[in-house]
């Protein structure tokens, strides 16, 4: 799975900013309030890299000694890593603003090496109080965390409008517990695109949604079902399915269940907090039960029989291979069980069942954001 990174500006967002811009000295350094407290849970709980990135104008000059810096510095990070927070990298720019240098934010030079497939940079965040800071995260492909404190600083170095930064701010709040409370119960999305010589299929998740769906596989009743999965799941699903169905229904209906466990597996990321199982309920002359664990390993308990050969324009036949594709993508164990006399109502109430069980198991405590293991792996 791809690293998400946290890249944190260190003056004015884990200490407080001084009036000339520069901690040289322990008298002025006072650290950022409640930086500890949930910069110590966010490393404990969450699944971020932690990366410092800072501008030091003229580090090493006569203007900025280096015997004056570094004490500091070095307190800085050995306070923060006795509370739990190491830094896996802290990059450094000595420049001034008027050298332009590719090196100083909002340039990325220090950051080449997190271009690469081991980081999700869309789903990372830079924190900053400075605009340069959010133009950073703009350059990055992430989003910014703005830590406001109304001081305009870096307005006359970015680079681009600054209504333009808008939409690349996620959050501002100079508030670390709201900080902490946005990144822990970030939403958890994920997209795929799954081809093959039988299908091309385009799947974007959001776990947390609120239900909305827009699903086109090319067979009407299987939309259906896919829409009950969003709406009772309350789960935000597009689905974009174009497959062999000159053919028959097998491929497009396998595919999809294999590309939509994929797409679920990457959207639960560390399972951190996740209740884990199961659902049953009632309709009409029906009965169907469905429990779920997202426990790493893939297997299916199908108990439900079918008088019918075909169900709208779906064959009964692929319902289990359906569900059988989708553990194996999601690696997941489901059991599931159903009885009734209406064969629809058979059908829609499993997967109404499943949604269900699927929204129960992905709910998050967030006062318990551990791993819902004695094994300490999912």
Known sequence: MKKRV????????????????????????IFYPKAFTYL????KE???????????????????????????HNFILKSFENEGVVFDKVFLDRTFPHENADT???????????????????????????????????NLGSKGIFINDNTNLGTGEITVKRDELDSHIAIESNDWEKIYEFLKLNDRTAEIHRKTNETDIAIQLNLDGT?????????????????????HGQMDLTIKVD???????????????????????????????????????????CLAQSAIDFG???????????????VGDMPTEMFHHFFKSFTDGAKANLNIKAEGTNEHHKIEAIFKAFAK?????????????????????L
Not at 10 to 25: F, K, L, M, P
Not at 107 to 130: A, P, W
């Open 40 to 43: 110590g849970k966010i490393a």
């Open 296 to 310: 790493g390993r893939n297997w299916l308990v199908w108990d439900a029989d079918f008088k019918r050969e075909m």
């Open 243 to 285: 497959g062999d169905l000159e053919v028959d229904e097998h491929h497009t209906i396998e595919d999809t269940g294999i590309a939509l466990g994929e797409v679920f597996y990457n959207a639960l990321g560390n399972k951190l907090g996740i209740e884990r199982y199961g659902f049953c309920l009632p309709m009409d002359d």
């Open 104 to 138: 100083r934010k909002p340039g990325t030079g220090l950051l080449t090496e997190y271009f690469s497939e081991d980081y999700d940079l869309e789903n990372s965040f830079v924190i900053g109080d400075r605009l340069t800071d959010m133009e950073l995260a703009k």
């Open 357 to 377: 069980s699927i929204k129960m198991a992905v709910k998050r405590d967030v006062e318990k954001m551990v791993l819902p293991s004695t094994k300490g792996v």
């Open 46 to 72: 969450l699944d971020y890299e932690l990366v410092m990135i800072t501008n030091q104008d003229g580090l090493g000059t006569d203007v900025f000694p280096e015997d004056t810096f570094w004490p500091v």
């Open 6 to 29: 946290l890249f944190i500006d260190r003056d004015g967002t884990i200490i407080n900013e001084t009036v000339d811009e520069q901690i040289d000295a322990f008298e002025k350094m």
């Open 211 to 231: 239900g909305k769906s827009d699903i086109n596989t090319g067979l009407a009743f299987f939309d259906h079902m896919l829409d009950q999965l969003a709406r």
